[in-house]
């Protein structure tokens, strides 16, 4: 359905999964669903003291767009938000947000799923560990499962 | 002058984020690019090195390696996303 809102925010500060799926159905009549995933920051066994992510100003917030127009058009949402947070984040905080909403839950499940796994391997975000022991760590390897996770959807 | 940007390990290895460079005629593709940047010193070859890791965007828009950069305003080049 074109139309359908798309709510697409990259911000430092932490976000409210509950006060964004009641703003994006807010008023509707016609929707039966609403999906939140919310992914967060592990410490990877206490390995980790925090991610440190980087991100391509612009395009990542245009790649995101493009992704959740897709998933409008593709599984008939009736609107979607997704909000990617960016700097420094401890174990446990919020990373990234993707709210579905759909007249029926399928549509809305596969609507958030389809958005993560294009959004983990198109959008362009970088995450780089910081160790426990005060260390710098490297950055993280893009896993084949993710882009076979994708490839699953064409 | 076209500008390039960079991030994540590649930004660190050739030790800035962004710059503007004059490209020789014979640069045509986001391939030919990746190619001259590695001759302009160790830093460039460094972070270039694998070039089919690299990824690269014309206008904030992916595109492969073999697309022409004609006309491009800004190029990025950077590795595979690990965001979500």
Redesign the interface.
């Known amino acids: 359905m074109t139309g359908a809102p798309v709510i697409v925010r990259v911000q430092t500060e932490d976000f409210d999964a509950a006060a964004e799926a009641a703003r994006l159905a807010a008023g509707r009549r016609d929707a039966g669903a609403v999906v939140t995933f919310t ?1 967060l920051c592990r410490d990877e066994g206490g390995r980790l003291s925090a991610l440190e ?4 100003p ?3 917030e ?2 995101i767009g493009r992704i959740c127009r897709k998933a409008v058009e593709r599984f008939s949402l009736l609107g979607i938000t997704a909000i ?1 947070r960016v700097g420094k984040i401890a174990p446990g905080e919020n ?2 947000l993707v709210i579905a909403l759909a007249p029926h839950r399928h549509a809305a499940f596969d609507g958030a799923s389809f958005v ?1 796994d294009y ?10 560990e910081h160790f426990a022991d005060g260390r710098e760590g ?5 896993k084949e499962s993710d882009d076979r996770a994708r490839e699953a959807w064409s | 002058m076209t500008k390039l940007v960079y991030f994540a390990w590649v930004r660190e290895r050739i030790g800035k984020g962004e710059e503007e460079i004059d490209l020789p005629a014979s640069v045509r593709t986001g391939g030919d690019l990746l190619a001259y940047l590695k001759t302009l010193g160790e830093d460039y070859a460094h972070a270039l090195e694998h070039e089919k890791v690299i990824r690269i965007a014309i206008n904030q828009e992916h595109v492969e390696h073999d697309e022409p950069i004609l006309g491009a305003r800004e190029i990025a080049l950077f590795p595979p996303m690990t965001g979500g």
Not at chain 1, 53 to 56: D, F, G, P
Not at chain 1, 119 to 128: C, V
Not at chain 1, 138 to 142: C, F, N
């Open positions: 992914g992510l980087e991100h391509y612009g395009m990542a245009a790649e990617h990373i990234v993560m959004l983990k391997t198109s959008a362009p975000f970088w995450k780089k490297g950055w993280v390897d893009a």
